[in-house]
């Protein structure tokens, strides 16, 4: 029998009210993975990780860590799991290595020698005698990474890890989950954020409303979406009828100087000796991919306002 | 598990040594006794009124016992309440409940540790007047003798363990009103609404004692059980109402705690 996987969720429902925050969410991460889960704000994404972390109780349905139900097995499901979601909070009177020692105690007595170890890793040694309540947020997360690594985990979850930190420390702060997926950390991370996924993530799921619409690898997802081809030609008028009334392209439009369609790869190759036949010169024709912006918005239908502005960022 | 509860509870102090309220609390147990030695001092005339009030200037072991009639009413359970009520509803409000609830302790643990930090702390505050009491009435009138409650002489040390006796048992009831302040802290997330209902609760408690009507179950409420002290100041001691506030109290605080750690174990731990 195979090793359970990191993470196991089949069938979470959460409700508040008759507000549905979370509906039927299947989601499997892999040994290894680092998987974007995205949505816009608002889609169930914290409420999802607090269902995994046994922070809430699912209406229905299951999580499972390594194969352990954190409403069933209690603390002993965390395991090797750590993370935080809506951002990382510390107690503000304290300074953050009184923080890191109050969490060893919580968690195993051994991992207190780390202390140091870990606070190296997120740089934060100088300011570690400071009290947390005068920490910025930047410090706040990376002292959050440090509390998560304290553990010593196999799969860390964290919730939109880079969000509200300027672009150096959004830089940083990859770099630094790039580097623990490269020391074999198993990585679920949510985001709002397109370029964070595409630049972090092999697989993602996309949810809208609380529900999965996409679930898979990144590079399938993109691939789906060639969606058609722009031509640029001398004459693009005539280049238009001949697009027109040659077979396997479909939806010819003209816009501006620009010619778009729709194609499979053998159309495309058969049209160009078409259009030199027909003495068009032709400057251009690339396939045209939609990017995951693109995509993202076709699946979660632009729920949020402020998610493509994001997304551009 | 004893050792977790143990790691636990000893940074529930770590956290409580490290808030200023613990402090406002702490200081005003040991600031009444002063100021209440001061003004005796610079004024004639006393709390002749009171258990042990007309021989206050008799010796400083009589001082704690009077302190405790006066901050029985509301003194020691605002300083209750203000730990009590804010040690679970603080950690909700700063999203640090859910830091720990996502480490290797159990929700049971985490809540056993904060049932014994508020009762220490209650302890803390009920000794530290005592103990400030004695000195500071000490300073003022000496060390002598105790008149107790029946009229007889008690020598200095025995006056003392009595009074160890008796501090011992008005803690009772004010871990009554720390369960109930637990309790609201758990419930309601908030830490302001949980002090001061928490207080209100125990005014309450008072209140019903004075009325008119509630004889028959006067005994039996929390504000009553902070007069059970008076047992040992009888000579022969009187234990019984030492023995009742005992089992009273022990129902005040299993059912609030027992409410509240029920609570603990299942609720969400979401964005308050």
């Known amino acids: 029998m195979s090793a359970p996987p990191p993470v196991e969720a089949r069938g979470l429902v959460k409700t508040y009210g008759e507000i549905v925050?979370?509906?039927?969410?299947?989601?499997?991460?892999?040994?290894?993975?680092?998987?974007?889960?995205?949505?816009?704000?608002g889609a169930g994404k914290t409420t999802l990780l607090r269902m995994l972390l046994g922070l809430i109780r699912p209406n229905a349905g299951a999580a499972r860590l390594f194969g352990r139900d954190p409403i069933v097995d209690g603390a002993k499901a965390l395991d090797g799991v750590a993370g935080f979601v809506e951002g990382p909070r510390f107690y503000p009177y304290l300074s953050g290595r009184q923080n890191l020692r109050l969490l060893a105690a919580y968690d195993d007595p051994d991992s207190r020698p780390r202390i140091e170890e870990v606070l190296e890793v997120v740089e934060l040694r100088d300011r570690a005698k400071d009290r947390v309540g005068g920490y910025s947020h930047g410090m706040r997360q990376r002292l959050g990474i440090a509390a998560a690594l304290l553990r010593q985990p196999r799969l860390l979850l964290l919730d939109e890890p880079t969000t509200g930190l300027d672009p150096a420390g959004m830089r940083d702060m990859r770099d630094l989950v790039r580097r623990l997926a490269g020391e074999g950390i198993t990585i679920l991370l949510s985001s709002h954020l397109l370029n964070e996924v595409e630049e972090l993530?092999?697989?993602?799921?996309?949810?809208?409303?609380?529900?999965?619409?996409?679930?898979?690898?990144?590079?399938?997802?993109?691939?789906?979406?060639?969606?058609?081809?722009?031509?640029?030609?001398?004459?693009?008028?005539?280049?238009?009828?001949?697009?027109?009334?040659?077979?396997?392209?479909?939806?010819?439009?003209?816009?501006?100087?620009?010619?778009?369609?729709?194609?499979?790869?053998?159309?495309?190759?058969?049209?160009?000796?078409?259009?030199?036949?027909?003495?068009?010169?032709?400057?251009?024709?690339?396939?045209e991919t939609a990017s995951l912006e693109e995509l993202f918005l076709g699946l979660t239908g632009g729920d949020s306002a402020d998610h493509d502005k994001e997304a551009v960022a | 598990m004893i050792s977790a509860v143990a790691r636990v509870y000893r940074w529930e102090i770590a956290k409580l040594l490290a808030q200023k309220r613990t402090y406002l609390g702490l200081g005003s147990a040991i600031v009444v006794p002063i100021i209440f030695v001061v003004v005796l001092v610079l004024q004639s005339g006393g709390p002749n009124d009171v258990p042990l009030g007309r021989y206050i200037r008799d010796t400083g072991l009589a001082v704690p016992f009077v302190v405790l009639?006066?901050?029985?009413?509301?003194?020691?359970?605002?300083?209750?309440?203000?730990?009590?009520?804010?040690?679970?509803?603080?950690?909700?409000?700063?999203?640090?409940?859910?830091?720990?609830?996502?480490?290797?302790?159990?929700?049971?643990?985490?809540?056993?540790?904060?049932?014994?930090?508020?009762?220490?702390?209650?302890l803390a505050v009920v000794f530290a007047m005592g103990i400030v009491g004695v000195v500071a009435g000490s300073i003022a009138w000496g060390f002598h003798p105790l008149t107790s409650l029946s009229g007889t002489k008690v020598s200095a040390p025995h006056g003392l363990a009595l009074l160890a006796a008796s501090l011992a048992v008005y803690v009772f009831p004010l871990v009554g009103i720390a369960a109930f302040g637990l309790l609201l802290s758990t419930v309601t997330r908030n830490s302001a609404a949980s002090v001061v209902g928490t207080l209100m609760w125990a005014l309450l408690m008072q209140l019903l004692g004075v009325l008119p009507g509630?004889?028959?179950?006067r005994a039996y409420l929390l504000g009553t059980q902070f007069e059970a002290w008076h047992g040992f100041l009888r000579t022969p001691a009187d234990w019984a109402p030492v023995i009742r506030a005992i089992w009273v109290c022990a129902l005040y605080i299993a059912a609030p705690l027992s409410a509240a750690y029920l609570v603990f174990l299942r609720r969400d731990v979401a964005g308050e």
């Not at chain 2, 509630?214 to 179950?217: H, N, P, Q």
């Open chain 1, 201 to 287: 993530c092999n697989r993602v799921a996309i949810i809208r409303k609380g529900s999965t619409v996409y679930e898979g690898a990144l590079g399938d997802l993109l691939a789906t979406a060639t969606s058609g081809y722009r031509l640029r030609a001398a004459d693009p008028e005539r280049a238009r009828l001949v697009c027109l009334a040659h077979s396997g392209v479909e939806d010819v439009q003209l816009e501006g100087a620009e010619l778009r369609f729709k194609a499979d790869e053998q159309a495309v190759a058969a049209l160009s000796i078409a259009l030199g036949q027909a003495r068009i010169g032709v400057t251009a024709l690339v396939p």
């Open chain 2, 69 to 122: 009639f006066f901050m029985s009413i509301w003194g020691f359970p605002l300083i209750t309440a203000l730990v009590a009520g804010d040690i679970v509803a603080s950690e909700s409000h700063n999203g640090t409940l859910k830091t720990i609830l996502t480490r290797s302790r159990e929700r049971g643990e985490v809540f056993a540790g904060k049932v014994l930090a508020s009762v220490s702390y209650t």
């Open chain 2, 214 to 217: 509630t004889e028959s179950f």
């Open chain 1, 21 to 41: 925050a979370v509906d039927h969410v299947d989601l499997t991460v892999e040994p290894g993975d680092v998987f974007g889960y995205l949505g816009p704000n």
